[in-house]
């Protein structure tokens, strides 16, 4: 089956420790992406990759780093200085759909609780 | 600065009682507009893209259309497994920061009661 994974799907870390989240996908897309979403909120962009080895911040990328080494991974952590990191954090990939438009598919999520 | 506001922020439904749920956007030049589905604790489904003013796409009781400045999911006949949060995203030409980009809604949690 084709898809995105991510793990683990429930995370707990103390505060001042950096933590990693895994996004894995086999559906051959170039670009990826992770959003986080707080309760009553919209999702928000952190970072998104659209070709290996290369990424660009999103809207709220401070305390947050990314790689992309390989086309399938987009691995995100989450260091000590991000102030709020309680949060679902959601990989995603998009294809090019029809008229140029692109259709992003999601991950199951991370929840991450920082104490 | 381009936005998304989707209406209500709730919505209980009886059974087989038909609605809409609204999304409204300000973008400029839009490439596409995005309609998911969330359950709680889980990731977005994709739904529907819709690309131009007067598209319309229906998915089982899902109905999804566009205006120059909003779209509506039309849901007919709504059964309790259709309860969900309903979460609208556009995506623009010339977004900064690149081109795929997606603004998100808020969302719409609908509940079907039996």
């Known amino acids: 089956d084709g898809g995105i994974t991510q793990s683990p799907k429930y995370l707990f870390r103390k505060e001042g420790q950096n933590v990693t989240l895994s996004c894995e996908q086999n559906?051959?897309?170039?670009?990826m992406y992770w959003y986080r979403q707080d309760p009553g909120q919209g999702l928000r962009l952190i970072y998104y990759?659209?070709?290996?080895?290369?990424?660009q911040k999103g809207d709220i990328a401070e305390g947050y780093s990314v790689s992309r080494e390989k086309k399938e991974s987009f691995p995100l952590t989450v260091t000590s200085a991000q102030k709020n990191p309680t949060a679902f954090y959601l990989c995603?990939?998009?294809?090019?759909?029809?008229?140029?438009?692109?259709?992003?598919?999601f991950g199951p999520g991370t929840r991450l609780t920082v104490t | 600065e381009d936005q998304v506001t989707q209406s209500p922020e709730a919505l209980r439904l009886q059974e087989g009682e038909s609605s809409s749920l609204n999304c409204s956007y300000t973008v400029s030049g839009l490439r596409g507009l995005f309609w998911y589905r969330q359950d709680p604790g889980k990731g977005p489904e994709f739904l529907f893209t819709?690309?131009?003013a007067g598209e319309e796409k229906e998915k089982e009781r899902l109905k999804a259309t566009l205006t120059k400045k909003e779209s509506f999911l039309h849901i007919t006949a709504p059964k309790p497994e259709d309860s969900a949060t309903y979460l609208c995203?556009?995506?623009?030409?010339?977004?900064?920061?690149?081109?795929?980009?997606?603004?998100f809604g808020k969302g719409t949690k609908l509940t079907v009661n039996p």
């Open positions: 990759s659209q070709i290996v080895n290369d990424f």
């Open positions: 819709l690309y131009s």
């Open positions: 995603a990939s998009s294809s090019q759909g029809r008229a140029g438009g692109y259709e992003q598919y």
């Open positions: 995203a556009v995506q623009a030409f010339g977004f900064q920061g690149g081109s795929e980009k997606l603004v």
């Open positions: 559906l051959n897309h170039d670009a």
